[in-house]
């Protein structure tokens, strides 16, 4: 079975500096798809970025990018430009053939002044 | 406007007494799954539909029941509610391409409990 691990439970970070979030995962299979899912304190999940395994470039979307090292089954969030906006739980999640999407513990990120 | 709703969103309930919480999506997604949110533990999947009348158990089935009766609605229904099923819950929607999902929308969630 496949397991997403956020070993990170809180972190914190000053607004305008820049924060890495790290996931890492276990499969055994070579075509998946990774995502970071963002839940601000309205509980809404928002989806912040997708990568795809079979693509070699790392997914940005705006001040948000991934690095994703297949090998080392890695999937780092990194946040650029912190802002108040940016504070709440992150969660790395998991979806391969299974047809099932599996979520890390969440990490929460705290932006301060 | 693309979306999924749930209802209600907030429900306070008894041991015992049967409930049901409502999903809906207007996209068109084949596959349609809820998740219970822990303090601790992220999002666990309860039960998941990949089309109509095709529905399948997660990973923490246990006390829970579903139906996919038509394409839009998957609906969860707590029998006999118990305390540890005091949860937020989530439902989730998207399509399928081939054997993978595609990104999954999620409705606002629904907080329950169960006294």
């Known amino acids: 079975a496949q397991t997403v691990t956020q070993s990170q439970p809180e972190m914190s970070v000053q607004e305008a500096e820049t924060v890495t979030l790290s996931c890492t995962y276990d499969?055994?299979?070579?075509?998946?798809?990774l995502f970071w899912y963002k839940q601000p304190p309205s509980r809404q999940m928002i989806l912040v970025i997708r990568?795809?395994?079979?693509?070699?470039q790392n997914a940005t979307e705006n001040r948000f990018s991934v690095n994703f090292q297949k090998a080392a089954k890695s999937f780092s969030l990194k946040i650029s430009d912190s802002q108040l906006g940016d504070a709440a739980m992150y969660f790395c999640?998991?979806?391969?053939?299974?047809?099932?999407?599996?979520f890390g513990t969440g990490t929460r990120l705290q932006v301060t002044l | 406007e693309a979306q999924v709703t749930q209802n209600p969103r907030y429900l306070i309930t008894v041991t015992g007494k049967k409930l049901t919480v409502t999903c809906s999506q207007n996209?068109?997604?084949?596959?349609m799954s809820w998740y219970r949110q822990d303090p601790g533990l992220g999002l666990r999947q309860i039960y998941y539909?990949?089309?109509?009348?095709?529905?399948d158990k997660g990973d923490v089935p246990e006390g829970y029941k579903v139906s996919r009766k038509e394409k839009r609605n998957f609906p969860l229904i707590l029998e006999s509610p118990s305390p540890n099923q005091t949860s937020l819950y989530f439902c989730?929607?998207?399509?399928?391409?081939?054997?993978?999902?595609?990104?999954?929308?999620f409705g606002p969630g629904t907080r329950l409990l169960v006294l």
């Open positions: 999640a998991y979806t391969g053939t299974a047809s099932k999407l599996t």
């Open positions: 499969t055994s299979e070579s075509d998946y798809y």
């Open positions: 990568q795809e395994a079979y693509k070699q």
């Open positions: 996209m068109n997604h084949e596959y």
């Open positions: 539909s990949m089309n109509v009348e095709v529905t």
């Open positions: 989730a929607s998207n399509h399928l391409v081939g054997a993978f999902q595609e990104t999954q929308y």
